[in-house]
């Protein structure tokens, strides 16, 4: 993908998809007329309809835009995904610690539940934890949650688990967890009330397994947010956005080996 993309006012000299995104974060939702017309009249450039038709597939392939009819747009998705970046470009600017995570990463800290969701799902969407693609998704929790109050990343959640049609045990069985175990149940199979004593909670995932040890103040916080005074209560959303975003610290420790994690999944399913 182009940098001008990126560094949208960088440069003069943009490529005809850079222009394109600029006319689209602009006005939303133009064609491709519209858009070779817009290019000519803000940029002085002029551009062949054929050569901006092959930018904008170029670009769909690249699930940068979407097109309804003869229309094209900017995928949320993108933006946020493009959001990311910039973030950490901004941490990198001023000099704060960033995590490269690939295949070889076995320990990880993570500030909170939401960097831990967002980690979940950049595991799970792009097989991290699979490297084999042997599939099989396990989940062994203290509490269910979901990690996005943002729609489009609660929607590619959605999918990634109808993909993978996860199994979940959950010590808790909280009101908050039965009403959680409403939308996790159109996935797969859950249990709550789990007898088990294990010091974390656990991600199995093909021949990975991801062990996650949460503060115990985190662990008190949710305890709290998730029984019946918690959910009635009238400060519920500070409560929740307290318990998601406060910076408790979360490490996971990831052990990529078959027999430990046929081992760790055959524990899960025999309390089903």
């Given at each position: 993908?182009?940098?001008?993309?990126?560094?949208?006012?960088?440069?003069?000299?943009?490529?005809?998809?850079?222009?394109?995104?600029?006319?689209?974060?602009?006005?939303?939702?133009?064609?491709?007329?519209?858009?070779?017309?817009?290019?000519?009249?803000?940029?002085?450039?002029?551009?062949?309809?054929?050569?901006?038709?092959?930018?904008?597939?170029?670009?769909?392939?690249?699930?940068?835009?979407?097109?309804?009819?003869?229309?094209?747009?900017?995928?949320?998705?993108?933006?946020?995904?493009?959001k990311d970046i910039v973030d950490t470009l901004d941490k990198s600017l001023k000099r704060q610690n960033i995590q490269i995570v690939d295949?070889?990463?076995?320990?990880?800290?993570?500030?909170?539940?939401?960097?831990?969701?967002?980690?979940?799902?950049?595991?799970?969407?792009?097989?991290?934890?699979?490297?084999?693609?042997?599939?099989?998704?396990?989940?062994?929790?203290?509490?269910?949650?979901?990690?996005?109050?943002?729609?489009?990343?609660?929607?590619?959640?959605?999918?990634?688990?109808?993909?993978?049609?996860?199994?979940?045990?959950?010590?808790?069985?909280?009101?908050?967890?039965?009403?959680?175990?409403?939308?996790?149940?159109?996935?797969?199979?859950?249990?709550?009330?789990?007898?088990?004593?294990?010091?974390?909670?656990?991600?199995?995932?093909?021949?990975?397994?991801?062990?996650?040890?949460?503060?115990?103040?985190?662990?008190?916080?949710?305890?709290?947010?998730?029984?019946?005074?918690?959910?009635?209560?009238?400060?519920?959303?500070?409560?929740?956005?307290?318990?998601?975003?406060?910076?408790?610290?979360?490490?996971?420790?990831?052990?990529?080996?078959?027999?430990?994690a046929d081992q760790v999944r055959n524990q899960i399913e025999k309390q089903f």
């Amino acid at each position: 993908m182009d940098f001008d993309l990126l560094f949208l006012a960088a440069s003069k000299d943009q490529s005809t998809k850079g222009l394109i995104i600029r006319c689209l974060a602009a006005h939303n939702e133009l064609t491709n007329v519209q858009l070779q017309s817009m290019i000519r009249k803000e940029f002085g450039k002029r551009i062949s309809y054929q050569a901006i038709r092959q930018a904008l597939m170029e670009l769909l392939d690249e699930h940068v835009l979407a097109k309804n009819a003869k229309i094209y747009s900017i995928k949320p998705q993108w933006v946020l995904d493009l959001k990311d970046i910039v973030d950490t470009l901004d941490k990198s600017l001023k000099r704060q610690n960033i995590q490269i995570v690939d295949k070889t990463t076995t320990q990880i800290q993570l500030k909170n539940l939401y960097e831990l969701g967002h980690f979940i799902l950049f595991g799970l969407d792009y097989k991290y934890f699979d490297l084999k693609k042997k599939g099989g998704l396990l989940l062994q929790l203290n509490h269910l949650w979901i990690p996005f109050s943002d729609m489009h990343r609660r929607e590619r959640l959605t999918s990634i688990f109808k993909e993978n049609n996860p199994k979940v045990v959950v010590k808790s069985k909280s009101p908050a967890d039965k009403i959680l175990k409403k939308w996790y149940s159109t996935f797969g199979p859950v249990k709550l009330g789990a007898r088990f004593q294990s010091v974390c909670e656990y991600i199995v995932h093909g021949d990975s397994v991801v062990e996650i040890f949460m503060d115990p103040g985190l662990k008190k916080k949710m305890d709290q947010v998730y029984g019946l005074k918690g959910i009635v209560s009238l400060d519920l959303f500070n409560q929740l956005s307290d318990m998601t975003y406060k910076e408790y610290g979360i490490q996971l420790v990831i052990t990529r080996n078959a027999k430990i994690a046929d081992q760790v999944r055959n524990q899960i399913e025999k309390q089903f």
